[in-house]
Nanobody, 114 residues
Framework: QAQLAESGGGLVQPGGSLRLSCVVSVRMLRLYTMGWYRQAPGKQRELVATITTGGSTNYSDSVKGRFTISRDNAKNTVYLQMNSLKPEDTAVYYC????????WGQGTQVTVSS
């Protein structure tokens, strides 16, 4: 069964940066559009960035210009570079493909606070 393992989160001050990684244990990752999602306390999970099999990217308005999604199919890994972080970026971050979803991983906590 495919597994997702997110890492790279932590506590960072406003304006800081983090790079998240997601190792995807699924055959032929290169065939899937992948995305990063986040869920803040008391809120629904939201999609913040996607990357297609061809490398095209898309971002939610809330992170556009600050976050960059990338992928390395040879390493079965998807990345999210997060710059100029804001307190409202505080959430648990997950990666997954589009519907139908793989089983969700545990996510990685990102806390932006001074």
């Amino acid at each position: 069964q495919a597994q997702l393992a997110e890492s790279g989160g932590g506590l960072v001050q406003p304006g800081g940066s983090l790079r998240l990684s997601c190792v995807v244990s699924v055959r032929m990752l290169r065939l899937y559009t992948m995305g990063w999602y986040r869920q803040a306390p008391g809120k629904q999970r939201e999609l913040v960035a996607t990357i297609t099999t061809g490398g095209s990217t898309n971002y939610s308005d809330s992170v556009k210009g600050r976050f960059t999604i990338s992928r390395d199919n040879a390493k079965n890994t998807v990345y999210l570079q997060m710059n100029s972080l804001k307190p409202e970026d505080t959430a648990v971050y997950y990666c997954n493909k589009g519907r139908p979803y793989l089983t969700w991983g545990q996510g990685t906590q990102v806390t932006v606070s001074s």
